[in-house]
């Protein structure tokens, strides 16, 4: 990866998790739950068009890198500075984990 | 059942996102990719966070760990470990930018909390 690459990728990273951690919880808290449906369109939906509609973020290899590691890792540190227990967060990982290992596993199934 | 619930839903909202996201984007373009957000993200998160499905005690772990594992391991299946492995220098730099990002996050949050506090306390004063 080239060094302007990197620096699109890294860029990509942070846009994300920042844009969820400070907006989607204070939509939810002012409009409801239909806070998180505007928060899917104009938060994901928007990032989207950034990392990967125009390809912020580089892929080096032929397994895709999407951005949701980057919401898994940036929400998961933020969380865990924030004082949240990061020792009974790690089951869930374990969980998210497994929940991968099957998703892509039938995905395989229907591409393959 | 929390454990079977939890990857249920990490499982069902990588699917989604990495076979029909993908589809909306070849048919109608960026626009497709947006309306593919709008369209998935929502109902799995309101499954997943909002009803809780993802039993998640401690540090949060949002849907979107079981996305990036589903959409990763799904080309690891198809094209070999050589994939995932040409794949690991994009993985490393979105991680280090996830990290700023969360520090930084959680940086702002304080001064916004300051800030906030400080204003309360103006409007005691004022009381």
């Known amino acids: 990866m080239t060094l302007p690459k990197i620096i699109a990728t890294i860029a990509g990273g ?27 369109g104009f938060i994901v ?54 929940g991968g290992l099957l998703g892509g596993f039938i995905l ?3 591409y393959v | 059942m929390k454990n079977i619930g939890s990857i249920i839903g990490f499982a069902i909202a990588g699917i989604f996102v990495m076979s029909v996201w993908g589809a909306f984007a070849e048919a109608y373009g960026i626009f497709g990719g947006w309306f ?10 309101f499954m997943n966070h909002f009803l809780e499905l993802v039993a998640n005690e401690g540090a949060f772990v949002d849907m979107a760990a079981g996305i990036a594992v589903t959409g990763t391991m799904r080309d690891v299946f198809l094209n070999g470990a050589q994939a ?18 969360g520090v930084t996050a959680v940086a702002i949050e304080k001064m916004w909390a300051e800030r906030d506090a400080a204003v309360s306390k103006g409007e005691d004063v004022s009381m």
């Open chain 1, 108 to 110: 395989y199934c229907l």
């Open chain 1, 45 to 98: 939906g928007t990032t989207w068009t950034l990392n990967h509609g125009v390809g912020l973020i580089y892929q080096s290899g032929a397994a895709w890198i999407d951005m949701a590691w980057a919401a898994f890792i940036g929400l998961f540190v933020a969380s865990a500075l924030s004082g949240d227990d990061v020792g009974k967060g790690l089951g869930t990982v374990v969980n998210a984990i497994l």
């Open chain 2, 36 to 45: 593919a957000g709008l369209a998935i993200i929502s109902i799995m998160w």
């Open chain 2, 84 to 101: 995932g492995i040409d794949s690991l220098p994009t993985l490393a730099f979105v991680a280090i930018g996830a990290v700023i990002a």
């Open chain 1, 14 to 40: 942070f846009i994300f998790p920042f844009l969820i951690r400070l907006c989607w919880g204070a939509l939810v808290d002012k409009l409801g739950p239909i806070g998180g449906w505007i928060a899917a």
